[in-house]
């Protein structure tokens, strides 16, 4: 046994016997941790408890748990606390602790690490492990050990996401630029966005698993008509009757808008390999694929000239929340926090049902992707006060609802039309990822999702809400 690895288990014995007391034994725990990787503690590798962080609008001072820069801002919650609660503080800190601002954020409630790489992905850990886990999966807190080793992590969406966005893009590509019958761009576009979907899909649990894969197979292995396989499945997610038989059966209606004209290609062997060969599109875990990648897709979709004329670009999340966070989450935050009854949160939640944005130069929506997920987890810290005020028959009477947050509150407006399809579809996903993170924090199961009508197909028609126009 390696002494990294002896060091780690006795750090898993001592940490397990703690009750998880925030104030009392989060400093404690943190020392601890860095002896576990070769420190003689936090201080003697140069880390800082209770760390004074400015904020930028100079409404006060924040103390972050730990900060270790520029490596690492850690931050501790009591034991059994949902981490993904408090990823907004998290961010919030580290985008205020500058200079020299730490690469990593760790959210830790003593049983679970949840390991973030703001710079690459803000929506989901990069990583994350239980303490439990740590002898074996130390790895992914590799910037811990004094030589300062890459992490290895296995969230690492980014990653996922620019290699399905690069083939996406590739089979547009080889669509419209065939040198014999080579297909109309807008078909292609629109072709390329029903496939997107599907995929997604698949991975979301809205269609069955599998279903691009097995058509590939079918059109490579059994000579069967690409053309008439995908559009028959693009039919059917235009239909709101459900197939009762068949190769369809079990595909349900999605919407009326992105579906509304099918259009099908039949597509030659090269491109089938890049859908569904071996480490292709289809093989992806698109559950893991960030929707900020359609940004990247409609980027790539265009070549080096397009994207200059337009002045298209590509805006991360992170700088898409330098807007959001103090524009619109902030003010939220904290007239939920200062709420003081049950009845002034349904209050809210009412004002927030009706709230719209709007954004005049969309893009392919990432702007409203980031707003909209963001506003969902405003509903959700109403719902979570209110499921802890309530009793569970009140809840279940006053706040029925599982997220009152629908695609329909967002508006955009662009000049490319692509870039308009590209940000309904992001829109259209946001619902559903919306709706599990909420059923997952107020421990709601998937029988009662059904059985309370929370659904998120058919997906919804955004065509009214998001126009490709010159907003100038």
């Known amino acids: 046994m390696s002494v990294t690895v002896e060091n780690l288990n006795k750090f898993v ?11 009392g034994e989060a400093q404690v725990f943190c020392d601890r941790l860095f002896q576990a990787f070769g420190h003689l503690g936090y201080k003697e590798a140069g880390a800082s408890l209770e760390f004074r962080i ?33 990823y907004r503080q998290a961010f919030e800190y580290w985008i205020n602790a500058v200079p020299n601002r730490p690469r990593y954020v760790v959210l830790c409630n003593f049983k679970e690490f949840w390991v973030y790489d703001f710079d690459k992905q803000l929506d989901e850990p990069v990583d994350t492990l239980t303490l439990e886990q740590l002898p074996k999966r130390y790895t992914a807190l590799n910037f811990l050990f004094a030589d ?3 992490p290895i992590f296995n969230n690492d969406r980014e990653a996922v996401s620019r290699q399905a966005a690069d083939q996406i893009a590739e089979l547009f590509k080889r669509l419209h630029r065939r040198s014999r019958e080579p297909v109309e761009r807008t078909q292609a576009q629109r072709f390329v966005l029903q496939l997107v ?25 059994n000579k069967q008509s690409a053309f008439d396989l995908f559009g028959g499945l693009f039919k059917q997610m235009n239909t709101p ?29 090269s491109e089938l390999d890049l859908l569904g060969g071996e480490g292709g599109a289809a093989s992806k875990d698109w559950s893991k694929v960030n929707p900020a990648i359609f940004g990247t897709l409609f980027q790539h979709s265009m070549d080096a000239k397009e994207r200059h004329a ?34 002034a949160l349904l209050e809210l939640r009412k004002e927030l049902m009706h709230f719209r944005v709007l954004d005049p130069a969309c893009g392919s929506g990432n702007f409203l992707y980031v707003a909209f997920r963001e506003l969902a987890r405003l509903d959700l810290r109403i719902m979570t006060r209110l499921k802890e005020s309530l009793s569970a028959k009140e809840f279940q009477k006053r706040a029925p609802t599982l997220t009152i947050v629908t695609p329909k509150n967002f508006f955009g407006i662009d000049i490319d039309p692509f870039g308009v399809e590209l940000a309904k579809v992001t829109l259209m996903l946001a619902k559903k990822l919306a709706l599990d993170e909420a059923a997952e924090t107020l421990d709601i199961t998937q029988e ?12 919804d028609n955004l065509d009214d809400n998001l126009k490709c126009e010159d907003a100038s």
Request: glycine fraction near 8%; charged fraction near 25%; aromatic fraction near 8%.
């Open 197 to 221: 979907v599907s995929m997604f899909a698949e991975d979301i649990d809205l269609l069955p698993s599998g279903t691009i894969q097995t058509i590939v197979n079918d059109c490579v292995e």
């Open 310 to 343: 337009l002045g298209a670009h590509f805006t991360s999340e992170a700088d898409i929340q330098r807007i959001v966070g103090p524009a619109i989450v902030r003010p939220w935050l904290q007239r939920i926090d200062s709420a003081k009854s049950a009845t």
């Open 54 to 86: 400015k904020r930028k609008d100079g409404k006060g001072t924040q103390f972050a748990d730990l900060v270790w820069k520029p490596r690492l801002l850690l931050e501790m919650k009591k034991a059994g606390e949902k981490l993904h609660l408090h």
């Open 241 to 269: 009757t459900p197939a009762r038989a068949g190769r369809f059966k079990g595909v349900r209606y999605f919407n009326g808008g992105l579906f509304s004209a099918i259009d099908p290609i039949d597509l030659r062997a």
């Open 448 to 459: 009662q999702m059904i059985f309370g009508g929370y659904d998120a197909l058919p997906l």
């Open 13 to 23: 014995s001592y940490a397990s016997t703690l009750r998880g007391d925030e104030k």
């Open 148 to 150: 300062e080793r890459k």
